[in-house]
């Protein structure tokens, strides 16, 4: 079981890098409009 | 003045859809091309067409509304003190602006609002944010100026408005991103404390090696510390608090529940034996976070309604000098007793005097009635209105916050963060059961500490965690706040939650009749006359913009106008005009007898003191119609459905005797409770008796007194509960407890249906709460739950609250 040390504490790494980004998207104000961008989306054809 | 009309297509077309908006359309040029519900629709589609942006009319959603322009000039979007308030510039040249605008309802609207770069060059960027209404724009000031964009933006039917919380909602999205974050990153760590908790039992079945075990039982713990430290240090900080201002409430069993569970699994892992608790710890915090974050938005739900309300009054007013020159000022800075010129097309910026000039306003803003309404020297005029046809001087009575709309503003702004008592109420009973639950959490010690030290800990934990009295403390502000709000978007602005309370206890509602039970002076009362006239009428009338000839239009809607009406001539006193080959004249008494001194006059009963309206075709007298104040459609069915939930209904008018009998006893008020002539003392005194006769117990029954004059507002002050209706004066809405834009008593009834609704969300919240509180404490001390069981049970009964809250069916938009 000793790849449990290695494992774990990369897991632990890959979560560290999703709060990262997930702090990073929220102080750049990705979740302050949920609804509007969505929409937008499906109309930019032009 | 004269106008004339073409032939009416009502009759032909009235299967047609208007190609802009989509609603019926009333005329087309020829049977293939564009048809069109009115000529704002026309111009958007041709302003659409000659800008490339054809496409939207392919859209199969679109906005489904007519489009209807403010038809404003936003000329003080230009000005320099609207620039330095709103506008913000950039080191690139390029200027930024925040507009709220109206009308913004769907997909399409999103795509049509993001191209204003293609229809106004200059623009370099628009984006909307459609659930706030908001266009955040982006131009070029050497190119173009804001009021063109403005301009652009509002015959497309979005009628633009500067966003005047900005600071407020700068603060707000910092502490709704702070919050989650905090979320995120609570999250993200009980999920991985989870995971390791789920090794660590399924380890303990199978055998896991040592050495794996302290691995996580370490991973775990490492865990936990950021997140007490980060997202849970609030939690921490809001009980030392309490504590250092001698309060207690739920913060302080939470930061206990967390501080010793977290101790107690920390020595334990240190020790390598004995179970650790920081899977309930994380999960804890974290749902903890989610259901606050839950509840800030259900808290603010009531201020949102009104927040767009904001931005209605312009920002600039223009000064007339002593030597009649203009000067544009701010208007907040507007002296009382100065002079202000309004040009036609602009929306007044203060309350005040007419001193010159005659025009016409719409008052929709304030009253709701879309209908244009004179105005002459000596009238009184508010900010908000807007002037249609002619330049106004209004000498100013109040301006900024004085102002009538600032302060119906103001008013629900305090209703949204005025507490009720019976909130406090529930707020005591909260801290009360903090303590009674921190005696039992020793007692359970205690009890388990002789059996079993570990478990005796774990159920005292658990029971901390589990009888977390937030449920019961959200019960009451939650179900009222959201209730407050919700009546907000029916136009129903309640001042404080204690009222929905009072009115769920029938008493006396007394009622004013002007204005109140009856509707205002343009309604048709009688016609004496053949029913085939009415279209050859409706012909006529449709042109003109008349109080009475509105009075026509909307007593016979239903009915189609005449196709062929031509040469339509309005003269003062009256109308004249050519419909099916026939003269028609329609005008008032004084009018007729001028135009055909020779003609002969039916025999007519009296008039009953209304307005009479003659109509006479080919210089024959032959039919009457009267106006005057009638009683509103759905006053008869709403007082009896209001009778039947148990209200007594008194009438008390200022009006003559005769005129508020037949009202009253038409309305079926009995002979005794009708109250004329009375002086706006007589009134109150009356209302003053009734509340005191109603008794003064816990729970008296409600004396309601409804009104909308000056005159009703010493009654509205000293009733229970004071409600202003519409269109009311700011006196009465000022004392009110109540104050509603909605039209018609139907509005009473939702009023009372919402506050019964309301009332009955609360006591079932508190049920939950309790019932909640109980089992969990029964649990706990019996050592059925661990902790981590009752950190899931916990946020579920405030969650159940919240949701139990927002689904109740408190006032909905089908009471309409």
């Keep these: 079981m000793s790849v449990l040390y290695l494992v774990v504490p990369l897991a632990l790494l890959l979560v560290a890098a999703g709060v990262g980004a997930y702090l990073w998207a929220v102080k750049n104000g990705q979740m302050d409009d949920l609804e509007t961008p969505g929409i937008r989306v499906i109309r930019d054809e032009q | ?816």
Aim: aromatic share 6%.
């Design chain 2, 1 to 816: 003045m004269a106008t004339s009309v073409t032939p009416s297509p009502i009759a032909r077309a009235a299967t047609i859809d208007c190609t802009h908006c989509g609603l019926p359309a009333l005329g087309v040029d020829d049977a293939d091309g564009p048809a069109f519900c009115c000529s704002a629709c026309a111009t958007a589609y041709a302003m659409l067409n000659t800008h490339g942006l054809g496409a939207y009319h392919g859209f199969t959603e679109r906005r489904g509304a007519a489009v209807k322009p403010s038809g404003r000039g936003f000329t003080d979007f230009d000005h320099e003190a609207f620039q330095s308030r709103y506008v913000t510039r950039s080191a690139d040249g390029l200027a930024h602006v925040q507009l709220a605008l109206e009308g913004v309802h769907c997909a399409s609207c999103v795509w049509l609002i993001e191209r204003v770069p293609l229809l106004v060059t200059g623009v370099a960027r628009a984006e909307l944010d459609v659930r706030q209404s908001r266009a955040a724009v982006t131009w070029d000031p050497a190119a173009t100026d804001l009021s063109a964009i403005a301009r652009t933006l509002d015959a497309l039917g979005y009628t633009p408005h500067p966003h005047r919380g900005g600071e407020r909602a700068l603060l707000r999205r910092m502490e709704d991103r702070a919050m989650l974050i905090r979320i995120g990153v609570a999250g993200a760590i009980a999920t991985n404390v989870m995971l390791a908790a789920v090794a660590l039992y399924t380890g303990e079945l199978n055998t896991m090696d040592a050495g794996s075990l302290r691995l996580f039982r370490w991973i775990s713990f490492a865990l936990t510390i950021p997140a007490l430290v980060w997202p849970g240090r609030v939690f921490f900080t809001s009980a030392w608090a309490a504590v250092r201002t001698g309060t207690i409430h739920m913060d302080v069993p939470i930061a206990l529940a967390l501080g010793a569970a977290f101790t107690r699994g920390a020595i334990n892992t240190i020790s390598g034996s004995g179970p650790v608790y920081f899977d309930g710890v994380c999960a804890l915090v974290f749902l903890l976070l989610v259901g606050r974050f839950l509840q800030a938005r259900g808290q603010r739900a009531a201020t949102d309604a009104t927040e767009q309300l904001f931005a209605l009054t312009p920002a600039t007013a223009r000064l007339v000098q002593p030597d009649d020159s203009l000067l544009d000022v701010p208007a907040d800075a507007v002296g009382v007793g100065s002079v202000i010129a309004v040009f036609a097309g602009e929306t007044l910026p203060v309350d005040g005097t007419v001193v010159r000039g005659v025009s016409t306003l719409n008052r929709a803003i304030l009253t709701g009635e879309s209908a244009d309404v004179r105005v002459n020297v000596g009238d009184t005029v508010h900010a908000g209105t807007l002037n249609r046809s002619a330049e106004l001087r209004v000498k100013v009575h109040a301006s900024g916050d004085d102002s009538r709309i600032a302060r119906i503003l103001a008013q629900v702004d305090e209703s949204a963060r005025r507490r009720a008592p019976v909130v406090l109420l529930a707020d005591r009973l909260a801290s009360r059961v903090v303590a009674v639950v921190l005696v039992l959490a020793v007692i359970t010690y205690a009890i388990w500490v002789q059996r079993d030290a570990a478990a005796a800990w774990d159920h005292a934990i658990a029971l901390l965690i589990v009888t977390c009295p937030c449920a019961l403390a959200l019960a009451t502000p939650l179900a009222m706040s959201t209730a407050v709000g919700r009546a907000a978007r029916v136009g129903i602005f309640i001042k404080g939650g204690d009222t929905l309370e009072s009115l769920s206890r029938p008493g006396w509602l007394v009622l004013d009749k002007t204005g109140t039970l009856t509707v205002g002076n343009t309604t048709l009362v009688s016609w004496l006359g053949d029913d085939a006239l009415k279209s050859t009428i409706l012909a006529l009338e449709s042109a003109s913009t008349h109080p009475i000839a509105a009075g026509f239009r909307r007593a016979w809607a239903g009915t189609a106008s005449s196709a062929n009406a031509t040469a339509t001539h309005t003269i003062g006193g009256g109308i004249s005009g050519v419909v099916d080959g026939h003269a028609i004249l329609i005008g008032s008494p004084r009018f007729m007898a001028s135009r055909l001194p020779h003609a002969r006059w039916p025999a007519w009963p009296t008039g009953d003191g209304y307005t009479p309206v003659i109509v006479a075709v080919d210089g024959c007298i032959v039919a009457r119609a009267t106006f005057g104040d009638a009683i509103r459609e759905d006053a008869a069915a709403s007082l009896a459905t209001l009778r039947a939930r148990g209200w007594r209904t008194m009438l008390l008018s200022g009006d003559a005797d005769a005129v508020s009998r037949r009202v009253g006893t038409a309305l079926g008020f009995a002979p005794s409770d009708i109250f004329s002539e009375a002086s706006p003392e007589e009134k109150a005194l009356r209302v003053r008796d009734l509340v005191m006769a109603s008794g003064t117990g816990r729970t008296p029954p409600c004396v309601a007194m409804v009104g909308d004059g000056v005159n009703d507002a010493a009654a509205i002050a000293v009733a229970t509960v004071g409600i202003g209706v519409h269109g009311g004066a700011e006196a009465s809405l000022a004392t009110a407890d109540v104050a509603m834009t909605r039209d018609g008593l139907a509005a009473l009834v939702a009023l009372d249906d919402g506050a019964c609704r309301s009332m009955r969300v609360i006591r079932r919240n508190i049920i939950y709460a309790f019932s909640y509180n109980t089992i969990g404490v029964v649990l706990a001390m019996s050592g059925h739950i661990t902790p981590l069981v009752a950190a899931i049970m916990m946020p579920v009964s405030s969650l159940t609250v919240v949701l139990a809250s927002w689904l109740g069916r408190t006032f909905t938009p089908e009471t309409r």
